[in-house]
Structures are given as C-alpha cells and as structure tokens.
C-alpha cells in the first residue's frame, strides 16, 4: 500500500511515541527479523499456541497487516524499543478491531524482557494514543483466564473485568477487560464441540 502521509508525519505521534523508556514506533517492513524471532518463541505463545508464527511468511503477512491498519485508521501496532536505536524488545499499541469498533489492546515482548515493566508502559501509552485518537471508541483487552501475566499488566492500567465473552476471532470465550462499560458484541454462545 503506498503511504498517504509524508515521512514527517511519521516522526510524530502516534507513529513515534516515547515513554519514559521506550521509543514506540509504527511497526514496519524493516521490523521482520526482531518481530519474527518474538512471534516464533514458543514461550511467548504459552496461552495460545495456536497462534505461532512458525515461518517468516506469517511474520511478513502480519506485518503487511499491521502497516495496513496504521494506513487506514491512523493507528496501530508499534515496535518496542529501549530508546532510540536499542534493540527489539517488543511488539503491541491498540488496533481498531472492526467486528466490534473497539481498540484492542495487545503487547507481546521478547522473554529476555520479561518482568522489567515494559509491557505496563507499552500498553499505557497505547491507551493514551487511543484515548487521544478516539476517545469514544472503548479500549479492550482479551485476555484468557491462565494468563496471570496479562491479567496483572491489564489490572496495573485500569481496565476492568468484565467477564467472559465471545471473542469476534478467536470464536471462544475469553475473558474481556475494558476501560469503560461495553455492551457483547454478539449473544453469548457454547463453543462449538
């Protein structure tokens, strides 16, 4: 997809975000190895293994996906990175999730920086640039209930529990944290035997 915004747009927010240690900026093609190399970690997937990326094709599609979302609604998904220049210690921000008009919030981090809080100050900022971006939309984590790390990261920001529901991809129940009240985006069902 070619770019309509000019390269200066993209030193600005919410393209390029610091935080107090981070420097978040709209993932990218020149992202693949680092993003490859977190998303192929069987460890990082412990909650959902279904979900590995388990060639570098998976990774550049998820990539393209993600530069198509920033294209198309402003906002997405960054690279992490400790300062300017440092390595890749992760990946998330919040994406407009169109079956239910939320921004979905997401992060996942290289093992090696695990436990240092960069996924609290990552999904912070994110919250903030959705807030900023589209203060109506709610902001949404699915988080599953063996997922303790999520849930804690999710509780650290704010967002409240607000019990199973039907997730739109997954077609399962997980349990849904949001910043504020939001109505199922579809009746409750059994999942499927």
Known sequence: ???????????????????????????????????????????????????????????????????DVWESDGMGYWTARPGAGGPVVGVGGASLQTSTGFWNLYYRLDPV?????????????AVDAAHRHAPDRPVVAWVHDHNASSRAVVERIGLADLGPRWHPVLREPVRLWADRPVPPA????????
Do not use: F, K, Q
């Open 1 to 67: 997809m070619t770019s309509t915004r000019s390269a200066d747009d993209r030193s600005a927010a919410p393209w390029l975000v610091r935080t107090e240690r981070l420097e978040l900026r709209a993932v990218g093609p020149a992202d693949l190895a680092p993003l490859h190399a977190i998303n192929h970690d069987p460890r990082t997937w412990r909650h959902a293994p279904e979900g590995r990326h388990l060639d570098e094709g998976t990774t550049r599609a998820w990539i393209g996906r993600a530069v």
């Open 113 to 125: 920086y695990w436990g240092r809080g960069y996924a609290t100050e990552l999904t912070r900022a």
């Open 186 to 193: 579809e009746p409750e069902r059994t999942p499927p035997e």
